[in-house]
């Protein structure tokens, strides 16, 4: 199939779905899809880092803050300008610019950042790496309350919504593709070497700083979008939906589906936030019961639920032991 | 000069209790080489167990507002907490490592007990939960379902991302999600000593950590205990060869961890005496990094972590934005790895090619 | 001056000096073997050479360039590749993707290319995929290409380490220890290969290796070390005859 087939044909279904599904599922459901689609891109990005790379990060959370109160404060202060700019256009046009400028300036802002992390700290290793990128998406947190002008400790409201089930499912195909094209080129064999020996990786002539970062950078980048995602459906950002415990639920994602795997990735973005919606009525108990089922997960099946499985070609076995 | 001597003291108070927090860290990290999330829940459970012991009528009718009485919910809580430290790790860690049995039961009886509680509200309702939870978990053990041996030290820090948010909720279900009041224990005066004036609580938590500081390294330096917890965090496997149960000394360390950590929750908690079951999560995480700061798996190390971290904190409060209070401890952190990878007391490795 | 310079290398680690003031020149097209009792520093010196480990003094020069302040993988993309003691393929990939990783450093994609899956990208992908078949064939792998790498046996995964070292196009290959591990019959087979590569990719060789045999048969050049000086450099006929070596080997006094 040719490609601009594809992305024609997927464009219209989405189009399509988002014109409908609102009706079919109801108003409550959709919003369940959505946040569904928001974590699969979160989940399939921070798939790269940690389940590809073999770096683990924590602070995933931080990059998606830094991408949702970029597009947020871009399009909440810099909208009617914008809107002025594109008057000429229809009202459904000037917000997908709009949103387009969001999504733009918070995969900017998310990549610099993680650029600006990712450098100094992959030069640590394990353990390492991962507190300090925990005390990364901390620091950009407490820093985010303390900005009055993105609402501080109160919360930014009054964001423009922008995006639908539309924009967020086409940003999921467009990160699935893009994930799955990069793992299987050079590029995602440089990943993967460095996941599996780093010195034999080295030897061979894989810049291993140079690949880390870039896993790193374009995985921050996808966070942000799927930051200003959200905040473009909420209409409200809040520092606490951006604690470390948010990175956590992204890490059970990955790991829940089998690290280093697309699917799985999918799989568990789309289990755990299901399941934490479903049983939503039983409060704190739901919660005991989903640590319970990760725990008992990581016991009896440590590579995750599909573990090395993969439906697309290449198959790529869970990470070496350490 | 008085408020900044002030300070001081008040910084090495909080260090203090950040340092009995780290500590368990640093030694879980030395024989395991786990980050123990979980572990500032612990605290958290330290915390609430002291709340409880001190609330018992017996109690507060006999020994009121008394030396007594506090010794009697420390120690309480201190043993309570080593005994959740070993469940923690004879069901939540242990699995992947040696061979155990009845995890499925230990963990499904925990679900029927919640699930007991949520249904029928009364203690029989829990212990009839638990009672099915803990059959079905045998039933399927007895079926053949055993834990996989752990490769990848990966899958124990999820286990431990688990083990923490578990112990989080379940404190939710457990202690109520509102926050709780710890009772005054001990009696409040002022003492003057020159200019400056000191609240006793600050002085007796400062003189407990201590006193519990130098009771550990008594044990770690000089029982047989201490001398195999040691050469545990040396080389696991190494000690397993040269006769001594690593199985039973890991625990011993979690035990002993986990009193201190407790003894840390119930410290902070006369000076700060609201409760609520999230209170460990940024105590927890700071801890861990001052036992990271002190460089990891080093017991000294840990207690200077904690008091530079206790310390830095205080004197931003004191001098500066209370606001970014949460985050002086992780840019801490990340100067010193980038700086100083192995931390202040920490060794360096290098990787054999 | 030769292909590759050591110059007067010293190598501490802690109060341990693992390489001494070591002097060793490679020429074009060397087979050149170093060898040593055990903890003579060989290994040492191989990780000194590629990058691993800094030295403390003296310098390191491949073809008049200086490499000892580099990084591994820009000294292996100048043109020095290696294998290790304790084999390290890449355990999650298969035979053929081992040896494709190591191609990529001679055949760059761009990531534009490679995120939008370009046609550009797919002729680079098929010709880095038939280098690396070719080189497959070589070693006698081309028919276990798909299996994963850590699936094969012992002395295939040797000599698959071999040709993904061979894979970067290198100028000097260094081998530790090819043969450990390996039955006599498959020492012959190896040394008869590592002659054959010498010849036919024209690279220089050098050698650590413990069995004699394969040392002093394929070698044209050794060189002893202990205690990380040299003791002794001649052909292997000098060396078997040098009483400095069998004492160093018997362990004297």
Known sequence: MKKWVFWLVALAALAAMESSLRGLIGAYNYQIVILVGINIILAVSLNLINGYTGQFSIGHAGFYAVGAYTSASLVFYGGPAIRGATAFLPQIAQNAVLLLAGIFAAAIAAGIAGWAVGIPSLRLRGDYLAIVTLGFGEIIRVLILNIDAIGGSRGFSGIPQLSNFFWVYLVVLITVVTVHNLVNSSYGRAFISIRDDEIAAEAMGVDTTRYKVMSFVISSMFAGIAGSLFGHYTMYLHPNSFLFTTSFYLIIMIVIGGLGSIEGAILGAVLVTVLLEVFREFGAFRLVNFSILLVLIMIYRPQGLLGAWTLFRPRKAAPAAK | METFLQQVINGISQGSAY?????????????????????????????????????????????GTSAASAVFVMLGAMILSAGLGILIEQFAYRPGRSATRFT???????????????????????????????????????????????????????????????????????????????????????????????????????????????????????????????????????????????????????????????????????????????????????????????????????MIGGLIIGMAEVMAVGYGQSTYRDAIAFVILVLILLLRPAGIMGKGMIEKV | MGILDVRNCTKRFGGLIAVKALDMCLNQGDLYGLIGPNGAGKTTVFNLITGVYKTDEGSIELDGRTIHRSKPSS?????????????????????????????????????????????????????????????LKIFNLDARADELAFNLPYGSQRRLEIARALATAPKVLLLDEPAAGMNPQESLELMRLIRSIRDEFHITILLVEHNMKVVMGVCEKIQVIDYGETIALGTPREIQGNPKVIEAYLGGA
């Open chain 2, 104 to 302: 499925l039961a230990f963990w499904f009886g925990v679900l029927g007990a919640g699930g007991g509680q949520l249904v029928g509200q009364t203690f029989a309702s829990v212990v009839l939960g638990a009672v099915v939870g803990i059959a079905v978990g045998a039933v399927l053990e007895w079926l053949g379902i055993r834990p996989v041996r752990q490769e990848s030290r990966l899958a124990l820090l999820i286990i431990a991302i688990g083990v923490s948010l578990f112990l989080e909720n379940g404190g939710q279900q457990a202690f109520g999600a509102d926050p709780k009041f710890f009772p005054q224990i001990i009696p409040t005066t002022s003492l003057n000593i020159g200019p400056l004036n000191l609240d006793s609580q600050r002085v007796i938590v400062l003189l407990v950590s201590l006193a519990l500081m130098v009771v550990l390294t008594v044990i770690v330096q000089y029982t047989k205990t201490g001398k195999a917890m040691r050469a545990v965090s040396f080389n696991l496997d190494a000690a397993k060869l040269m006769g001594i149960n690593t199985d039973r000394i890991i625990a011993f360390t979690f035990a002993l961890g986990s009193a201190l950590a407790a003894a840390g929750g119930i410290l902070v908690s006369l000076l700060y005496p609201r409760i609520d079951p999230l209170m460990g999560v940024m105590p927890g995480l700071k801890a861990f990094v001052a036992a990271v700061l002190g460089g990891i798996g080093s017991i000294p190390g840990a």
């Open chain 2, 19 to 63: 340092a009995l927090i780290a500590l368990g860290y640093t030694m879980v990290y030395g024989v395991l080489r786990l980050i123990n999330f979980a572990h500032g829940d612990v605290y958290m459970f330290g915390a609430f167990m002291g709340y409880y012991l001190a609330n018992i009528p017996w109690i507060e009718s006999r020994l």
């Open chain 3, 75 to 135: 000294i292996a993309s100048l043109g020095i590749s290696r294998t290790f003691q304790n084999i390290r393929l890449f355990r999650s990939m298969t035979v053929l993707e081992n040896v494709k990783v190591a191609r990529h450093m001679r055949k760059k994609q761009g990531i534009v290319d490679a995120i939008v899956h370009t046609r550009h990208l797919k002729s680079e992908e098929d010709e880095i995929e038939r280098d690396a078949m070719q080189l």
